[in-house]
Nanobody, 122 residues
Framework: QVQLVESGGGLVQAGGSLRLSCAAS????????MGWFRQAPGKEREFVAT????????YYADSVKGRFTISRDNVKNTVYLQMNSLKPEDTAVYYC???????????????WGQGTQVTVSS
C-alpha cells in the first residue's frame, strides 16, 4: 500500500486557479497509475483525471478537459492537478488515488488520500 496526502485546496474566485498536490510514501511511487476524483455535497464521487505510471498517458473528464492538467514527478513522489478557469461547479472535495491501471473507474484504485477541499465562489 502507498500512503497519499493531498494539499493545495482552498477558496478561489471563479476564473481563478489552484494547483493540488498529492505526496506519496510507502511503496515505489512509479509503479502506480494515479488519479484524481472529486465529490461535491450530495453527489457521488466522480472521476476527474488520471495519469499512467511514467506519465505517457493522461485522461480527463469532459467537464474539466482543457482547464485541468494532471502531471507527476516520480522523483518527488508527487502527482499534481493544475486547475485553471475554475467554476463554482468545480467545488468539491478532491481526492487522489493510486492503482495498478490507468482507469476512470474508482474501483481500479486501491489507495486513497483523505481529500482536500476546493471551493470556487461566483
Amino acid at each position: 500500500q502507498v500512503q497519499l496526502v493531498e494539499s493545495g485546496g482552498g477558496l478561489v474566485q471563479a476564473g481563478g486557479s489552484l494547483r493540488l498536490s498529492c505526496a506519496a510514501s510507502g511503496r515505489t511511487f512509479s509503479i502506480y497509475s494515479m488519479g484524481w476524483f472529486r465529490q461535491a455535497p450530495g453527489k457521488e464521487r466522480e472521476f476527474v483525471a488520471t495519469i499512467s505510471q511514467i506519465g505517457g498517458r493522461t485522461y480527463y473528464a469532459d467537464s474539466v478537459k482543457g482547464r485541468f492538467t494532471i502531471s507527476r514527478d516520480n522523483v518527488k513522489n508527487t502527482v499534481y492537478l493544475q486547475m485553471n478557469s475554475l467554476k463554482p461547479e468545480d467545488t468539491a472535495v478532491y481526492y487522489c488515488a493510486a492503482g495498478s491501471t490507468t482507469t476512470k473507474n474508482a474501483r481500479g484504485y486501491t489507495s486513497w488520500g483523505q481529500g482536500t477541499q476546493v471551493t470556487v465562489s461566483s
